[in-house]
């Protein structure tokens, strides 16, 4: 595609409840990011997916948080069991580091509130 | 930790003014990159600079990078109303490779 798409660009759900949000990267790029940002904040570091590597889920606040990336396209972040602490922008970006010192490219964020 | 680390948190000036933001970071890097977010939606890649650069610029903008003191300043001269946003500086994580850490980001408000 011509640039990072992320769905759904907003999602509200009940406390407790589980949610997927979906990033399809720019085609070919091997590597992609999850950020958090809450309201105000810096971005939070989530997990980062490499090619064929293992991912860095470092970043991942708890158990609840989990994501996969199939191949080199899409990935989806999934939270489990949401508390009102994950109310945030989750930002998803990709990049091509087979190319030295590469930008990222980042999608318009889903928003998501817990109630 | 947060590799870099953005001042100053918020800034305003009035439109034609020039903004300065600093960004520090912690280890050796390759390189550098500033970003700007608009509206707490998707952020925009502003400009990269590589560590045996000690200037660059784009535009409006002006980038330096002092790997001595582990700081890049970016400058935007002429400002504008529509600069207002808020401006992050990026490093790679491993220095050269790995996800990007981001500072807390500098907003700046431009006042016509």
């Known amino acids: 595609g011509a640039g990072v798409s992320q769905s759904p660009s907003n999602k509200v759900t009940e406390k407790g409840k589980d949610v997927e949000l979906r990033c399809d990267p720019i085609?070919?790029?091997?590597?992609l990011y999850w950020y958090r940002q809450r309201l105000g904040q810096g971005l939070e570091f989530l997990i980062y997916f490499q090619g064929n590597s293992a991912p860095d889920k470092s970043g991942l606040p708890s158990d609840r948080f989990s994501a996969e990336r199939t191949g080199e396209s899409v990935s989806t972040l999934t939270i489990q069991r949401t508390q009102q602490e994950d109310s945030a922008v989750y930002l998803c970006?990709?990049?091509?580091?087979?190319?030295?010192?590469?930008?990222?490219?980042f999608g318009q964020g889903t928003r998501l509130t817990v109630v | 930790s947060q590799q870099g680390e953005e001042d100053p948190q918020a800034l305003s000036i009035q439109e034609g003014e020039n903004a300065t933001m600093n960004c520090s970071y912690k280890?050796?890097?390759?390189?550098l990159q500033w970003y700007r977010q608009n509206s707490g939606r998707g952020l925009v890649h502003l400009i990269l600079?590589?560590?045996?650069?000690r200037e660059k610029h784009s535009g409006r903008l002006r980038v330096t990078l002092d790997t001595s003191k582990k700081s890049s300043s970016l400058l935007i001269t002429a400002s504008r109303a529509a600069d207002t946003a808020s401006y992050f500086c990026a490093t790679p994580r491993g220095g050269s490779q790995g996800n990007l850490i981001f500072g807390k980001g500098t907003k700046l408000s431009v006042k016509p």
């Open positions: 085609s070919g790029h091997t590597a």
């Open positions: 600079i590589r560590s045996n650069e």
């Open positions: 280890t050796s890097i390759n390189n």
């Open positions: 970006a990709s990049s091509s580091p087979r190319q030295a010192n590469t930008e990222a490219f």
